[in-house]
């Protein structure tokens, strides 16, 4: 019987799933899915046990609430304490064809789907961080990249714009939005608006990339009543702590400045050593 369980997702629209990590302490770089595998094999190392199941709800039981009840779609597990580390989803540009054409062309990972695009002319919606990094990853395979961003600058960090920029093949379309993408099968294009002038376009693609940003993954802890920002961040304290006992956040689901790997994993220690302390109390009052 296990006194906690940590709920993990790996999202690939977050740093640690991305192509390339360069801000990791100990690496130069490392691909961000190999960091993910050592965590898991160090974990394991050290006896966690890991469960690759899908979690749909947490809520407390007992009284005062002390056990903590995580449901999936195989089992219940009943825990005195629960970490969530659920990073978040995608955000999409909702916009028609989009649904149709997902997994026929349109993509939310680079990582995961780039070497199917092998000498396609792609798009690439965003500005931040990760569109410029994906964008970047993309030119392994593609034969042009097109970055499409709705403002006149970008908001990535000057190392990953200076990569971009660099490439032979990237290049950028500014204050441009999708407003359709087209293809019947497959993706074989999207129509563009031009946010300044108004004038729309066709631009021939084989495949649409969105890296728009991404909503925390927290709506499995609504049952709990934890708080949470108006974009759907867990609200916690300095030990990570959601307000409700037992109940803890770290990570891209929470509240917070930065959205590192490098803060993700600073504050799943602190989670880790305030539910230890947490469930000592419980046990020895």
Known sequence: QKT???????????????????????????????????????AEHFGA???????????SEGPGGIVKVVET?????????VILTAGGSP???????????????VSYCA???GPFFNGRVLAVV??????VEEATYLTKYASKVILIHRRDQLRAQKILQDRYFANPKASVLWNSVIEEITGDN????VRIRNVVTGQTSSVQVGGVFVFIGFKPNGDILADTGVTRDHGGHIVTNANM??????????????????????????????????AEKYIEALTHP
């Open 4 to 42: 906690a369980y940590e709920i993990y997702q790996c999202d690939w629209s977050s740093d640690v799933c991305s192509s390339d990590l360069e801000d990791y302490p100990g690496f130069l770089s490392i691909e961000g899915s190999e960091l993910a595998r050592l965590m898991q094999e160090q």
């Open 186 to 189: 497959s993706v074989d294009g």
């Open 91 to 105: 955000v999409k540009l909702d916009v028609p064809g989009e649904e149709r054409l997902n997994a026929r062309g």
């Open 126 to 131: 965003g500005g931040g961080d990760a569109a």
């Open 73 to 81: 779609f195989d089992r219940t597990y009943r825990a005195k304490a």
């Open 241 to 274: 702590e959601t307000g409700v006992p037992g109940i803890y956040a770290a990570g891209d689901v929470r509240a917070q400045l930065a959205r590192q790997v490098t803060t993700a994993v600073g504050d799943a220690t602190t989670a880790a050593l305030a």
């Open 111 to 113: 990582v995961c789907d």
């Open 49 to 59: 046990e890991i469960a690759m199941e899908d979690v749909t709800s947490v809520r």
